[in-house]
């Protein structure tokens, strides 16, 4: 039998950068995700070290490490939550239905990458781990839970082979929808345009020429090209639309700065110039499969600027490095019409009060049912041409 030693990291800088990053991207993985790099050590090393999570943010750093003969054999990002905010799995109406029946439903346990909509793993085991790491991970989460009386366990935006363990192990999966372009062979955006009805196709023209035409131009910068004037601009730009939309910023300015410092090569800034002037900018993480969009801001407005930032220049630095798919962000059913199709997204849950379970086993089914209406009928206006 093998043993294994379970620990608590309050903070990553415990956790040796290559145990961590053996466990979340080992190398040699096949498929659609490689690597994904917001479970990596640095991105999310850098939320810690730039106060975006930590202290009183709400997000108690509280993550789960199994480890088997002096090794590292599995973790998991995990936080303590006091609210439900920067997950974008939403569960506001459990939470209100539960404190009006006397319950209390913080704190909650999330497993997780902070501010992070993207599918990826979460309980994250090295290629070597004895057989069994995995559910004594999944243990220790449960353990956590219980010690911190936590109301409940989340785990949120997990893939296929995770998703399929929770369900194994008794947790409640529930279903949502983002919408992801898929690079089906494009050799470049007018051969993606030429997949699309005529109609579709001229809109699209029409819209980009729209988005430069006060004299825009767009620049690409990534790895070593990154300065902190880059990131002073687009510090503004992200606070400028955390202002408006009445919300809460999570970022702080010193995790960029963090973020480029570890993981440079693998950050793209897809940055707007209108008379010498930055005026608008999109983040977005680069994997070995995907393009990750992550966050937008402006200081002016222009009309479809924020569609040719975030949605057309992601796809032509898709196609230009041979990456599947753009991952979009959450929500958005204006990317249909701009060649992002719906997929479906899978989180698990586990709660305490046998009362509260039942009530999200019958509201998860529900709300599934009703994802799976939409996704069909967001299928059937793909603005790609009918065969």
């Not at 039998?1 to 309050?10: C, G, N, P, S, Y």
């Not at 956790?15 to 995700?33: F, I, S």
């Not at 449960?142 to 366990?153: F, I, T, V, Y």
């Not at 494009?186 to 029409?206: G, M, P, Q, T, V």
Request: net charge negative.
């Amino acid at each position: 039998m093998t043993e294994f030693r379970l620990r608590i990291a309050q903070n990553l800088a415990e956790v040796a950068p290559d145990a961590w990053d053996a466990c979340a991207n080992p190398p040699g993985l096949q498929g659609d995700e490689r690597f994904n790099p917001f479970i990596s050590h640095a991105f999310l090393h850098a939320l810690e070290t730039s106060g975006s999570v930590g202290g009183r943010t709400g997000w108690s750093p509280v993550h789960v490490l199994v480890e088997s003969e002096g090794r590292l054999a599995a973790c998991a990002p995990a936080y303590l939550k006091s609210h439900s905010q920067g997950e974008y799995v939403f569960d506001h109406g459990l939470a209100d239905a539960y404190a009006r029946a006397g319950g209390r439903y913080y704190p909650k346990l999330l497993c997780a990458a902070p501010f992070t909509p993207v599918n990826g793993r979460r309980l994250l085991v090295a290629a070597d781990a004895p057989e069994g790491a995995r559910a004594v991970l999944l243990g220790g989460l449960r353990q956590l839970a219980d010690k911190l009386g936590a109301s409940s366990l989340h785990v949120n935006f997990a893939d296929a082979p995770d998703m399929d363990f929770l369900r194994e192990s008794g947790l409640i999966a529930r279903k949502g929808q983002q919408f992801h372009f898929f690079n089906r062979g494009y050799a470049s955006f007018d051969d993606f345009l030429n997949a699309l009805a005529s109609r579709k196709r001229k809109a699209i023209r029409k819209e980009r020429e729209q988005a430069l035409s006060a004299g825009i131009s767009v620049e690409w910068v990534t790895g070593a090209d990154l300065t902190e004037a880059h990131w002073d601009a687009f510090f503004a730009f992200y606070m400028d639309t955390g202002d408006r939309k009445w919300g809460r910023p999570y970022l702080t300015r010193a995790f960029f700065s963090a973020l480029s410092e570890k993981l440079a090569d693998r950050v793209l800034l897809v940055m707007a110039r209108r008379e010498g002037r930055l005026i608008a900018g999109a983040l977005n993480l680069i994997g070995d499969d995907a393009l990750y969009g992550r966050n937008w801001g402006c200081l002016e407005d222009h009309p479809c600027l924020h569609f040719e930032l975030c949605y057309y220049q992601a796809v032509d630095f898709a196609l230009a490095r041979g990456l599947k798919r753009v991952e979009a962000g959450a929500q958005g059913e204006h990317k249909l019409a701009r060649g992002y199709e719906p997929v479906a997204t899978f989180s698990a849950h586990e709660f305490s009060d046998p009362r509260l379970a039942a009530a999200a086993v019958d509201f998860f089914a529900r709300e599934a049912e009703a994802v799976d209406e939409v996704i069909a009928e967001y299928a059937g206006h793909t603005p790609f041409r009918k065969e």
